[in-house]
C-alpha cells in the first residue's frame, strides 16, 4: 500500500531554513505527481508546492521565492527546501501523492512533521 513517511521538522528561529524529506513506498513513484501540504491549527489544510512527473513544479503564492520542492526518482524521496522562514509558516507539512498516476489530484498523505518558527 501507499506509504509516505515525512521527516526534518523542528524548531528554527525566524530566518532560519529547513529540508523536509519524505520517502515513499508502495506505487510507482516516477509515474506519480507529488507535493507538499501544511496544516496550522485552527486552519485548514493548505497546498504548499507541487512537482510532476516531469519535473515541472507550483508553488502557493505565500511560499514563492522561499521553498524549493525536488524529487529524487531514484531514491523515491520528495524534498521541500524552505528559506527565510517566517512564524506563519510554523505548520504541520505534510507529503502527498496523487491518486492516480500522472495526475495531480492528491488521494495519499503522510502523518507528517512539525515546522515551529520563532520570531
Known amino acids: 500500500q501507499v506509504q509516505l513517511k515525512e521527516s526534518g521538522g523542528g524548531s528554527v528561529q525566524s530566518g532560519g531554513s529547513l529540508r523536509l524529506s519524505c520517502v515513499a513506498s508502495g506505487f510507482i513513484y516516477s509515474r506519480s505527481c507529488l507535493g507538499w501540504f501544511r496544516q496550522a491549527p485552527g486552519k485548514e489544510r493548505d497546498r504548499v508546492a507541487i512537482?510532476?512527473?516531469?519535473?515541472?513544479?507550483t508553488y502557493a503564492d505565500s511560499v514563492k521565492g522561499r521553498f524549493t520542492i525536488s524529487r529524487d526518482n531514484a531514491l523515491k524521496t520528495l524534498y521541500l527546501r524552505i528559506d527565510s522562514l517566517k512564524p506563519e509558516d510554523t505548520a504541520m507539512y505534510y507529503c502527498?501523492?496523487?491518486?492516480?498516476?500522472?495526475?495531480?489530484?492528491?488521494?495519499?498523505w503522510g502523518q507528517g512533521t512539525q515546522v515551529t518558527v520563532s520570531s
Open positions: 502527498a501523492v496523487g491518486r492516480k498516476y500522472d495526475q495531480c489530484d492528491f488521494g495519499f
Open positions: 512537482i510532476d512527473i516531469d519535473g515541472r513544479t
